[in-house]
């Protein structure tokens, strides 16, 4: 099912038209609007007229985090606070955290782009959606609950946390979907079971899942645990929050870019040259109907790739693929690069490791070190031979790491539901050598 068949699946050269159509009119909005744009385009030598095709965004300059930051916090804001009728703000790990706002049309495109966005994990009015994203600064909760109220689906506001409380509502409300962050999910499935409740008999048959970078072993994980369908959806409160890309139940690999609002690129992000789709590299998004809050090809620092093969669901909107980290949160151990998630591939590849894992990098002298801390699940310490398997699963898993992605790493397994648990996105990296 497709929620807005007209726009969802516009043939690629009508899309663009009305992609192009959008972007001139975005770019004179806030060249006139915003003074930070105005100063960038004349600093860059470009005008709103250099719009010519669509290819011409490349000549505009980019919009980064700090700029973001150096106008905190409504300097990029387009439009008059009294246009403004709603303000979230992103988590941010450093620094001041980034205001976004919301015009009354904003909240309207939202609201629809998080109905397409069920509609694509095949969910319609009939459904109770359990939405166990945080409410409030966050974008997660409000945007899930306006796009299950569009769509005319039963919603339970339930926000984060209160996790015992949580599998009360979903063994007596039967909602049929739920949305948090993986890694709640993982913990909420784990509490369940703490409390005898067998999670694959609740109502649930799908689960959205964002808001963090995650692993097709670990979709296959909460898919196990609670006998659903979990798909992935991606966004960012910069570009608007939840809904900037969902992945459909038919395709089940990689998300479409709702494109009639976005734009997307992938760049070098070493040297900002725009790549060809299907390489990867760092996502660039710009905004061609947001009102209060536009933003001309910011840098989201999220890598990952385009799949231009068309889907087999009619969407002729491109997918983007999982997102493995970003940029910032890549580690260089002793020069090698590696995100979080490469090791969490790794560590769920091998049999009796839980999804459970904590990074802790530090500095020895001049060398880095990095130390791996995963839980392993209860079944090994049944087994007679207990120090041996522990030993043996130790060797490999330091084994696999240096294989695969070639970091020679420490390795500490822990006994389960020892390592911190996380209700909202989880930090997974201690970093002593920032601190
Ligand atoms: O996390 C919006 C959101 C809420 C998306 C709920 C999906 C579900 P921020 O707090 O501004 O907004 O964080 C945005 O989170 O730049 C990515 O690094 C990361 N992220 C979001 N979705 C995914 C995903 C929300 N599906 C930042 N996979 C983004 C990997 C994701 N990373």
């Known amino acids: 099912m497709i929620y807005n068949e007209e726009y969802e699946t516009l043939p690629r050269e009508v899309l663009e038209v009305l992609q192009l159509k959008r972007l001139k ?19 860059a030598g470009v005008q709103p007229d250099d719009i010519k095709t669509l290819d011409d965004l490349k000549r505009f300059p980019f919009t980064t985090k700090q700029d973001l930051r150096d106008n905190y916090p409504f300097g990029m804001f387009a439009v008059p606070m009294s246009s403004v009728v709603s303000l979230h703000a992103s988590s941010g790990t450093t620094g001041r955290s980034t205001v976004v706002g919301y015009t009354k049309r904003d909240i309207d495109t939202w609201s629809e782009l998080m109905a397409r966005s069920f509609v694509a994990a095949g969910l319609t009015k009939n459904d109770i959606i359990h939405n166990a994203y945080g409410y409030g600064l966050f974008t ?8 299950a109220v569009r769509l005319g689906a039963s919603v339970i506001p339930m ?4 996790t015992k409380r949580q599998i009360m509502i979903l063994q007596d409300f039967g909602p049929t979907a739920i949305c948090c962050t993986p890694s709640y999910a993982l913990n909420l499935a784990e509490q369940g079971k703490a409390m005898g409740v067998d999670m694959r008999s609740l109502k649930l048959r799908v689960g959205v899942f964002g808001a963090e970078p995650w692993s097709e072993k670990m979709r296959q994980e909460i898919e196990n645990a609670f006998g659903i369908t979990a798909l992935n959806i991606f966004g960012l409160s910069e570009i608007m929050g939840p809904g900037v890309a969902m992945e459909c139940i038919e395709g089940r690999h990689g998300m479409h870019v709702f494109e009639d609002h976005f734009l997307v690129e992938t760049i070098n992000p070493d040297t900002g040259e725009i790549l060809p789709p299907g390489e990867v590299g760092e996502l660039v998004f710009t905004t061609i109907t947001k009102e209060a ?9 999220d890598i990952s790739r385009l799949i231009p093969e068309p889907c087999r669901c009619g969407r002729t909107f491109l997918r983007m693929d999982r997102v493995t980290g970003r940029s910032d949160d890549m580690l260089i151990i002793r020069g090698v ?6 090791i969490e591939a790794v560590l769920l590849a091998i049999p009796g490791v839980e999804p459970h894992y904590q990074l802790i990098v530090d500095r020895t002298g001049n060398l880095d070190t990095i130390e791996i801390q995963v839980e392993v699940g209860e079944q090994i310490f049944a087994n007679a031979d207990e120090v041996k398997v522990l030993q043996n ?14 970091v020679s790493a420490k390795v500490k397994l ?6 911190q648990r996380f209700e909202g996105k989880a930090s997974r990296v201690l970093d002593k050598r920032r601190i």
């Not at 926000?159 to 209160?162: F, I, Y």
């Not at 809050?293 to 620092?301: K, Q």
């Open 25 to 43: 009119q975005a770019v004179q909005r806030v060249y006139h609007t915003v003074g930070f744009y105005r100063h960038s385009f004349d600093q």
């Open 140 to 147: 997660g909760g409000l945007g899930a609950h306006y796009g």
């Open 159 to 162: 926000s984060g946390g209160n």
């Open 293 to 301: 809050f536009p933003l001309i090809r910011y840098r989201t620092r």
């Open 337 to 342: 690069n590696v995100f979080p998630s490469q």
């Open 393 to 406: 699963m130790e060797r490999q898993i330091v084994k696999d790491i240096k294989d695969y992605l070639g």
């Open 414 to 419: 822990v006994e389960p539901m020892t390592l």
